[in-house]
């Protein structure tokens, strides 16, 4: 369940990264609209203006200059000047609505430098001779009448912006748990699934929830992979038990077609054509003996069938044995073998199984004179790696082309190989040398030998010498 953890990391990381994003991409667009707020001047700073443009002329008569028409005209305001002395409007622009008085006492000073004037919202400005009072829309601004604050709030304003803005991410926080708890709680029974689908276990996912169909799906999935591996197991129980008693079968008839046939061989009664015709019998018959052997053992190695006996093992010392096996049975010198192995080598000690082991590197002489019959060398050589050796068998035969040893080393079954018999037999020994290497935690390279033939490489893991 690696995958649950690494989900909600990744769901935290979202709701952080959005948070940020939120938070920063809010405090940007108040920023933005602050600054074009102040940046417009607002009624204050038009009242200003108008205040500062309008002057008296020497007939006491007021002219506002092209800079205060051009605020009043911007905002689509109006304006008037009340005096000082008697509160009356002395003067005032000509967008002057009527409904605005030209007379004043000290409660409509009072209302109009705070808020409105008739619902207009206002602002002033002090003159030289009077107060200055700009009107503007009605729905132009809003302001706020009785605008006074407590000064502790106003003095603990940052403090209180950060315990509200810590609650909500706290709410926020909290939301998400709940929501992302719930969805992986639905999510786990899924995924348990899914990962126990390629064990042996058995699956069932409860059909509920949020995820009922890809529920349904997992254990139909489930139920098809069960009938199929019972199919499978069945397939090949029927095959072990077909190749072993086919084998069987054949040994008895075998026997008794090699034994007439080395009687005949033997017999002064034929010619010596005729001789040589029964021990033409005799050998092919051996050679299907030693097929029907090899293809026994693998298969009882492909089902796991063949007991193992394991013990340790001084891999040199039997692959010694095994070459002066084979060279005694070499009377007519055609396949010298040569041990590379250096004299410092001495032990190389392996747990497994002594005839398995003997049989693989067989095999691999046998494969190196079955394909080189007029003769070859053969070379073995034994390398102690870092936690593990090595047994190389090469030969300086004919070798095989790159597409056919792309072809062996490719090729999971000798049965797959192609319509030559001597292409299969090749498969078959190399693949039960690999299927031994396999069973002994090891395995098999095919590759072209420097002496330009064929070479296979065993790897086996090392256990120290006592």
């Known amino acids: 369940m690696k995958s649950i953890p690494k989900l909600i990391r990744r769901f935290f990381g979202v709701l952080m990264f959005s948070l940020f994003l939120m938070v920063f991409l809010n405090l940007a667009l108040l920023i933005i609209f602050s600054y074009k707020q102040i940046g417009n001047g607002g009624a204050w700073t038009c009242a200003d203006t108008v205040s500062f443009s309008l002057t008296a002329s020497s007939d006491h008569q007021y002219i506002l200059s092209q800079d205060g028409m051009d605020a009043l005209r911007q905002k689509n305001a109006w304006a008037i000047l009340i005096d000082n002395q008697d509160m009356k409007v002395v003067w005032h622009s000509e ?3 009527s409904d605005i008085p030209l007379q004043y006492d000290l409660g409509w000073i009072s209302l109009l430098t705070r808020g409105y004037l008739n619902d207009y919202p206002t602002a002033t400005s002090e003159h030289t001779d009077g107060l200055i009072v700009l009107g503007f829309p009605k729905k132009s601004y809003w302001k706020l009448m009785w605008n006074t604050f407590d000064y502790q709030m106003i003095a603990h304003m940052p403090q209180t912006i950060l315990i509200f803005l810590f609650l909500n991410l706290l709410l926020l926080l909290i939301i998400y748990l709940t929501v992302t708890f719930r969805l992986l709680r639905s999510v786990r029974p899924i995924v348990d ?3 126990r689908l390629p064990g042996d276990e058995e699956v069932y996912v409860k059909e509920k929830g949020l995820f009922s169909g890809i529920a349904q799906a997992i254990n139909k999935t489930a139920e098809k992979l069960k009938h199929q ?6 397939q090949e129980q029927a095959r072990a038990n077909w190749i072993s008693g086919v084998s069987h079968d054949i040994r008895t008839p075998l026997s008794m077609v090699m034994g007439y046939a080395g009687q005949l061989e033997t017999s002064p009664f034929l010619s010596p054509e005729d001789q040589k015709k029964a021990a033409v019998i005799r050998q092919q018959s051996m050679r299907m003996k030693n097929l029907i052997n090899d293809l026994n053992l693998a298969s009882k190695l492909e089902y796991n069938m063949q007991p193992l006996n394991l013990i340790p093992i001084n891999l040199t010392g039997l692959i010694r044995q095994t070459i002066v096996d084979f060279l005694n049975m070499d009377l007519d010198g055609k396949y010298p073998i040569e041990l590379l192995t250096d004299d410092s080598i001495s032990v190389c000690m392996v747990t497994g199984d002594k005839s398995l082991l003997k049989r693989a590197v067989s095999n691999l002489i046998i494969n190196a004179q079955v394909h080189n019959p007029k003769g070859c060398r053969i070379f ?3 390398n102690l790696l870092k936690d593990s050796c090595s047994v190389s068998v090469e030969d300086d035969g004919e070798g095989i082309s790159d597409e056919q040893l792309e072809r062996l080393v490719k090729t999971p079954h ?3 190989c192609g319509n030559s018999t001597s292409d299969q037999r090749h498969g078959l020994g ?16 095919l590759m072209h030998s420097t002496h330009g033939g064929f070479c296979a490489v065993i790897y086996l893991p090392l256990i120290s010498a006592e």
């Open 95 to 97: 967008n002057l609505p």
């Open 193 to 195: 699934g899914v990962e």
């Open 229 to 234: 591996e019972y199919e499978l197991k069945k």
């Open 380 to 382: 073995i050589c034994i």
């Open 414 to 416: 000798y049965m797959m």
């Open 430 to 445: 190399l693949m039960i040398v690999r299927q031994i290497a396999e069973v002994h935690g090891g395995s098999l390279d």
